[in-house]
Each structure stands twice: as C-alpha cells, then as structure tokens.
C-alpha cells in the first residue's frame, strides 16, 4: 500500500514498528499533491523544503527510539486562518495575501512539540465565513467540498495529508468532512486552544480537525489535549437520541433516507434509538446565533472595514455591515436566550449517550459557488457541545453522506467511541475514486 494511503493510525503505527519512515510518508504525500494539486487546488501553500528536513530529523529520532507522541512524524494540514510562524497566513483574504506571522497557533505549536510536521496551509473561505475558496471535491470535481475548512477536508479525502486542523463556527468542519466522506471532530467549545487563530466569532469558533477514522480523531485529540478524559468503558449498544422534527423537515430526500438506512442499519447491530422532541427554545436557535455571530464578527473587522470596506467580498461586506447595525440590547438578548438554549440541549442529553442527525441538508452541492448550508451544524456551534460526523453511505448521485453524533460537554471522548462503535458497524469505504474529472 502507498503510504498516502493509510489512515494516521496505521501510519503511527507503522513509524513506531519501524516499518515505515517519517521521510517516505512525506514524499509520498508530497507526490500526491503534486498529481492532484492542480485539479483540487486545496493548498494555499506547501513548504517542500521544511517538511523534508523535519521528516528527515523525525527519521533520526525514530531510528534512535524517539518518538514525541503518536503523531509523530506525521504530516498534518493547517487551515489558513491558524497563526504559523514563517508561513504565510492568507485567511482567505487579499487583505493578507503577503502576510506572515511570527509566531505559532496554540494548537499549531503543540502539534510541533508532539513531532507532526507542519505540511503546508490548506484553503479557506474568506475569513472562513461565506465567499468561497477555489477547492474541489474529491468525489466529484463538479461539487463544492464544503467550507469554510474546505481545503483541510478535499485533502484529506483524496489522501494528500491523513490529518487537518479546521475550525467551526457555523458547520464548517462537520458538514465538508460529510460532504467529502471523512471523518470530522469539534471539541467542546474551549477543549482546545483557539489562541492565534484569526478569529469569525470568539464565543461561537470552535477548534476541530478531520481525519479519515475516527480511531484518528481519537489520537489527535489525545495527542493536542492530554488532559481529556477518557470514559471508564467502551460504548456497547449505545443509548441514542434520534433527532427528527426540524432534521426530517429540512434534509433532502437523499439525506433522509441515507439516514434512515444508516439508523435502522446500527439498530440492526443492537444499538437502541429513542425519537427525542427538541425543546421550544431550539425553534430559535438559528436566529440567535447569526445576531451573535454577525456582531462579533463586525467587531473583529471594524477598525478595517471602516477603513477598506472595498477590500472584503460582497457577501462578507454585506455580513459585517448588518452586524454593526446591531442593537447592544439585541446582542444581549441573544446571549442570555443563547443560555437557556444550552440548558434545554444538557438536560434533554442526560437520558442518551448522544444525540443523532444528518450531517447536512444535502449532499454536496453541484458548482462552486457555495459551500452549502450549515443548519444542521451550527445548533452545536451555537451551545459548544461536541459534535462529530461518520460517512454512512452514498447518495443515489455516488456523494457521501455523514452520520452526525452531538455529546455532552466535556464527553468528547465517550462521543467518539459511540463514533467509533457506528463507523465499525457501517463500514464505508474511507477514500472516493480518484477525483473525477469532467
């Protein structure tokens, strides 16, 4: 097997049995972005020349017996919105085109002190909100990969990097891992540092990564956060609430059904599924966050886009603009119902191991115009419960479609051995054909 192939599980494993070196797994990496770059443009940049040195003292470390933590050696992608010191950080944005930072992210750092290489920045929305990157989908170069975190999901779909950081402040690391049949994590909302990432919305941004198994998330999150507690057991015949309601009214048919079978599937292997009504509060959950996260936004932006409002794109213009039009009282308003909102989620989620949803709307959407709807993503954005999405099969169109899995706060780790159980008993095929292209 190409080593590009492997999941990062394998891939650790195989550095620590010596089977496998950190310098082949980069050149092989490397070799499939130089095949698949132009087509899926999911890199802002790659820096050949760092990643081989780093791979080259990763495999002297290696051969001497030491190793940092699982993930090193292992070539990692970086959303462009995360702070690296050296490297050109765009956030999507002509305003930052030439800009480099002098220090590392938080969470870019420590996955430097735990050996992973820094591989390169991958493509992001503008200021990962709505105007999208150039990024293909793997499975089908006709259809957006999702966003803002699109480039981390298109490369690690098409086997370019085994692991990515994005980030998530409405959908987008959940529904572009979804929309390109990977695995996608995000914490509970302060599980992990979110100190220099260029910030969309500071109570609402979340730090998650995307992977290819959930056994990957589980040593990323292990690896970037050693104080994340581990559940006593493993999940057996998990308890799970099923969300319908504002899901089933919603999803395309496509996705319903693709759920359904997913459902009745894991049902099938012994898991237990109880019909959940969603509290009153949760019919507001969409307008409150985009009051929170259009102020925020505008305050992170102001003192700019007083100055060069031309310089931002049209939808983004637009966003920052009604977010400064907001009254404090309405912001306040929506914080204090934002509260309430995520005392309803706690209680209803006392009863079951996690709740369960489509991961979207719809699968990916056909043209590149846009990166598809975050509505099935931002409730969790919005109460900081840890989310993750499991491909659970194809639509009739061949497009993936994810099982999405919300925990209680602070359960992350429960959240993905349920994930874990699901995607044994699913078993989809974790990587598309090579990119179609028309």
């Given at each position: 097997m190409e080593p590009y192939k492997l999941s990062l599980s394998e891939a650790s494993q195989m550095i620590h049995e010596g089977t496998l070196t950190p310098t082949k797994l980069a050149e092989s990496l490397m070799d499939r972005i130089d095949k698949l770059e132009s087509v899926l443009e999911a890199w802002v940049t790659v820096e050949r020349d760092q990643v081989t040195q780093a791979a080259e003292a990763a495999t002297r470390e290696a051969e001497e017996g030491v190793f940092k933590s699982a993930l090193h050696g292992i070539p990692v992608g970086v959303k462009d919105i995360y702070y690296t010191q050296g490297m050109r950080t765009t956030m999507g944005s002509s305003i930052y085109v030439g800009f480099v930072p002098e220090y590392d992210a938080d969470t870019v750092a420590s996955l430097k002190e735990a050996g992973a290489i820094i591989l390169g920045k991958t493509e992001t929305t503008e200021f990962a909100l709505h105007d999208p990157a150039s990024t293909r989908n793997p499975w089908n170069t006709l259809h957006t990969p999702g966003g803002s975190s699109s480039g981390s999901a298109a490369a690690v779909s098409s086997g370019m990097t085994q692991m990515a950081l994005g980030s998530q402040t409405g959908g987008s690391v959940v529904r572009p891992a979804s929309y390109c049949g990977i695995v996608g994590f995000k914490g509970t909302y302060d599980l992990l540092s979110r100190g220099g990432v260029f910030p969309l919305s500071w109570s609402l941004d979340h730090i998650g990564f995307l992977?290819?198994?959930?056994?990957?998330?589980?040593?990323?999150?292990?690896?970037?956060?050693?104080?994340?507690?581990?559940?006593?057991?493993?999940?057996?015949?998990?308890?799970?609430?099923?969300?319908?309601?504002?899901?089933?009214?919603?999803?395309?048919?496509?996705?319903?059904?693709?759920?359904?079978?997913?459902?009745?599937?894991?049902?099938?292997?012994?898991?237990?599924?109880?019909?959940?009504?969603?509290?009153?509060?949760?019919?507001?959950?969409?307008?409150?966050?985009?009051?929170?996260?259009?102020?925020?936004?505008?305050?992170?932006?102001?003192?700019?886009?007083?100055?060069?409002?031309?310089?931002y794109r049209e939808y983004l213009r637009g966003f920052i603009s009604s977010g400064l039009m907001v009254p404090a009282t309405a912001y306040l308003r929506a914080q204090r119902i934002r509260g309430q909102i995520i005392n309803d989620m706690i209680n209803l989620l006392r009863d079951y191991d996690c709740l369960a949803s489509p991961s979207s709307v719809d699968t990916a959407p056909k043209g590149l115009e846009w990166t598809g709807s975050p509505v099935f993503n931002a409730p969790w954005s919005l109460t900081g419960l840890p989310s993750v999405t499991v491909p659970s099969g194809l639509s009739e169109n061949g497009m993936p479609i994810g099982l999405q899995l919300i925990g209680e706060p602070y359960a992350d780790m429960k959240l993905l051995n349920v994930a874990s159980w699901c995607e044994a008993k699913l078993e989809f095929p974790h990587e598309p054909k090579d990119p179609y292209t028309p």
């Open positions: 992977v290819r198994t959930v056994q990957d998330a589980v040593i990323t999150l292990k690896t970037m956060n050693k104080d994340v507690e581990s559940p006593s057991e493993t999940e057996e015949n998990p308890r799970i609430g099923l969300l319908s309601g504002y899901f089933k009214e919603n999803a395309d048919d496509d996705v319903w059904l693709g759920f359904e079978r997913a459902v009745g599937k894991l049902w099938g292997e012994g898991a237990e599924f109880v019909d959940v009504e969603l509290p009153k509060s949760f019919s507001m959950v969409l307008d409150v966050h985009r009051v929170i996260m259009s102020v925020e936004t505008a305050a992170a932006h102001e003192d700019h886009f007083r100055q060069s409002t031309d310089e």
